[in-house]
């Protein structure tokens, strides 16, 4: 079974303060996704993964960056968290090409205040 | 069915009862479907999945039905179970990216 974790399933930091989303897979999978999930809005791209070191932004990808140095690890960076950052972060990954479902970790609660 | 808005379409099913979730798909390139089950706390769980050229697909008590021609998409979960509780949602692929656009989901709730 395709496993993915996150590190933290619940998050409190201050505004202002960065903020590290960490997420690994180990199911080999080439490709990696962060979303944000919010109440009547479904859930949201920020950033996408294709590859190591390769990252493409999503739909709202202001406010926030990425890092992939390693096939299994997309981390997700919020450089000055804001309160409407304040969400439900969910990584995904999935293989090669289109047409593969991807496969979701728990996710990460963030609450900033 | 699924809608985008600030309220989440609910469906409530007696145990033991037949449960049809819909979905209504945007893009009529897309050419692969997801349905996912999201219980409350944690991830998105894959339940089903179904390509373009079919019509419909079988799984362990979920069926997946496509509409092409009316960009529809439902889920039926037969004899429902208190476990099936959770928000289900749709997801459609439009190819060769591997980018997904999700529904806001439905939230299902079995009665005992």
């Known amino acids: 079974d395709v496993k993915v974790t996150q590190s933290s399933r619940y998050l409190v930091k201050r505004t202002g303060e960065k903020v590290f989303l960490e997420c690994v897979q180990d199911m080999d999978h080439e490709n990696m996704f962060w979303y944000r999930q919010d109440p009547g809005l479904g859930l949201r791209l920020i950033y996408f993964s294709y590859d190591v070191k390769m990252k493409e932004k999503g739909d709202i990808p202001e406010g926030y960056s990425v890092s992939r140095e390693k096939k299994e690890r997309f981390s997700l960076i919020l450089e000055s968290a804001s309160t409407n950052q304040t969400s439900m972060y969910l990584c995904a990954s999935s293989r090669g090409a289109g047409g593969q479902g991807q496969y979701f970790g728990p996710g990460t609660r963030l609450t900033v205040t | 069915g699924e809608s985008v808005g600030l309220h989440l379409p609910t469906l409530s099913v007696q145990e033991g009862d037949n449960s049809i979730i819909n979905c209504a798909y945007s893009?009529?390139?897309?050419?692969?479907f997801i349905w996912y089950k999201q219980e409350s706390g944690k991830g998105p769980q894959f339940i089903i999945d179904i390509r373009s050229n079919m019509d419909k697909r079988q799984g362990q008590r979920v069926t997946v039905l496509l509409n092409k021609t009316v960009k529809h998409l439902s889920l039926q979960i037969a004899a429902t179970q208190p476990g099936d509780s959770a928000v289900y949602f749709c997801a459609e692929n439009i190819r060769p990216g591997n980018q997904f656009y999700f529904g806001t989901g439905t939230s299902l709730t079995v009665i005992p």
């Open positions: 893009n009529s390139a897309s050419d692969y």
